[in-house]
């Protein structure tokens, strides 16, 4: 079955520090990506997403993602955190299976900067 | 509208009775999803329409949910006999067409208890 992997839960960072969440997929066909982000007492929203041509995608705030189809990966990255990235940040694959589209979202992490 | 709309926001009832789930999508977006997000969970894909006709409702947890959306605006998600595990929140999202690489456009959820 089509799943997402999130491989951490939590993270806890200082401010300045780099960030890589990792997002592993599991679908053999052709996918788009997304890394959505819910701040605290907000409405879930897209940071970036991939779905053709250069796979280092960009986002807003300074983030950032690469699609390594061999590895069925899609990591999200920012150089230095700010303590305003606090939230819970979810990677979402789509994919079109037998003519219907399947949207999955990995469980979620949970990020917190601290000042 | 401004945004997606949802409700209500909030909503407590018992063990047995139906509740049903409002979703206002942005004005113009053709397609609407509905999620379930559960606490560890992530969210769980149950149904998207395109229009007013939903191609794939295979995601839905079981017979007792069901939704339906009129005049290609307002969808609602009826779950009959809730159960204890129903209690979730169920997030609505809409996307100017449907096609993989569309952005959701997230409403606030609706938080459902049942006790």
């Known amino acids: 079955a089509q799943s997402v992997s999130q491989h951490n839960h939590h993270v806890i960072l200082s401010e300045a520090a780099s960030l890589e969440l990792g997002c592993n997929y599991s679908?053999?066909?052709?996918?788009?990506l997304f890394w959505y982000v819910q701040y605290p007492g907000q409405h879930l929203q897209l940071l970036l997403k991939?779905?053709?041509?250069?796979?280092l995608v960009k986002g807003i705030k300074g983030f950032e993602a690469e699609f390594i189809k061999s590895k069925f990966s899609f990591n999200l990255r920012k150089p230095s955190v700010q303590w305003s990235d606090t939230a819970e940040y979810f990677c979402a694959v789509n994919a079109r299976d037998s003519g219907t589209y399947k949207y999955i979202f990995g469980t979620g992490t949970r990020l917190k900067v601290l000042a | 509208g401004a945004g997606v709309s949802q409700s209500p926001s909030n909503k407590v009832t018992e063990k047995g009775k139906d509740v049903e789930l409002r979703c206002d999508p942005i004005s113009g977006h053709t397609a609407l999803y509905w999620y379930r997000q559960s606490l560890g969970q992530g969210l769980e894909f149950l149904i998207y329409?395109?229009?007013?006709?939903?191609?794939?409702k295979s995601g839905l947890p079981s017979d007792r949910f069901s939704a339906e959306r009129t005049g290609g605006s307002v969808s609602t998600l009826t779950i009959q006999r809730t159960q204890q595990e129903d209690s979730a929140v169920y997030l609505c999202a809409s996307s100017s067409r449907l096609a993989g690489a569309e952005t959701q456009y997230f409403g606030p959820g609706t938080r459902l208890l049942v006790l």
């Open positions: 991939y779905f053709s041509g250069d796979p």
């Open positions: 329409f395109q229009g007013n006709s939903a191609p794939d």
């Open positions: 679908y053999g066909g052709t996918v788009n």
